[in-house]
């Protein structure tokens, strides 16, 4: 069973186009993230919610909204994509007063905007 | 202060030797310091982490180096093999804080 599991591992679409990616979480974590890698590799965040409530919102366009139903799933919709928005976008989870922020990441989900 | 400065951005070592990645940071209320290892097409994981009461952290050839009044942290991966391979990332927390990541290093053992 994946422990976090996302949905589509890859996406192909054209710039102005608006897309969705899926994120669930089996662990019973109460945190979830959403983190961008670029080309360069380097991890950017760019969203969390605990227990379905916004915590981290960081300078990301707000063509970018993360949604989550519940604590297991967060979702990320993304409206008129840009070249830019090329990247993998991973899903994290965590459980917060364990002592230690250890995530568990998704595999992610490489998103190609043409 | 909230950065988690790591270097090189690249190694290559030969199969056996000893690879050294170094971090640093600013903010003293750090109180986490994890490293996770991100192989192609995969996500990132947790590898090894360490707290700043200890200066050292072995879990099999991974060993973690901390100087607590440098604010400085170093990898190192003892016997390296080419699965070892892959992108390190450092990173620092406080409690349930956000995760603040290095930029990564992409290593590259040969055979």
């Known amino acids: 069973d994946t422990a976090v599991s996302q949905t589509p591992k890859y996406l192909v679409t054209q710039m102005g186009n608006d897309k969705s990616i899926k994120c669930e979480q089996n662990?019973?974590?109460?945190?979830m993230y959403w983190y961008k890698q670029d080309s360069k590799k380097f991890l950017k965040i760019m969203f969390s919610?605990?227990?379905?409530?916004?915590?981290i919102n960081e300078t990301v366009p707000n063509r970018f909204s993360p949604k989550s139903p519940d604590k297991a799933h967060l979702n990320l919709h993304i409206n008129s994509l840009e070249l830019g928005d090329s990247a993998v976008y991973f899903c994290?989870?965590?459980?917060?007063?364990?002592?230690?922020?250890?995530?568990?990441f998704g595999a992610g989900s490489r998103l190609t905007v043409l | 202060q909230q950065q988690v400065k790591q270097s090189p951005q690249s190694l290559i070592v030969q199969k056996g030797g000893i690879p050294i990645i170094n971090c640093a940071y600013e903010?003293?209320?750090?109180?986490?310091f994890p490293w996770y290892q991100q192989f192609p097409g995969k996500g990132p994981a947790l590898l090894i982490a360490?707290?700043?009461?200890?200066s050292e952290k072995k879990e099999g050839r991974f060993t973690i180096s901390f100087n607590k009044s440098a604010k400085q942290f170093s990898l190192h991966i003892m016997d390296s093999q080419p699965g070892d391979s892959a992108t390190y990332f450092c990173?620092?927390?406080?409690?349930?804080?956000?995760?603040?990541f290095g930029k990564g290093t992409r290593l590259h053992i040969l055979p």
């Open positions: 994290a989870s965590s459980l917060r007063g364990s002592g230690a922020n250890v995530l568990t």
């Open positions: 662990l019973g974590h109460d945190t």
């Open positions: 919610y605990n227990n379905k409530e916004l915590i």
């Open positions: 903010n003293t209320a750090f109180d986490y």
């Open positions: 360490i707290r700043p009461d200890v």
């Open positions: 990173a620092a927390s406080r409690r349930d804080d956000k995760i603040i």
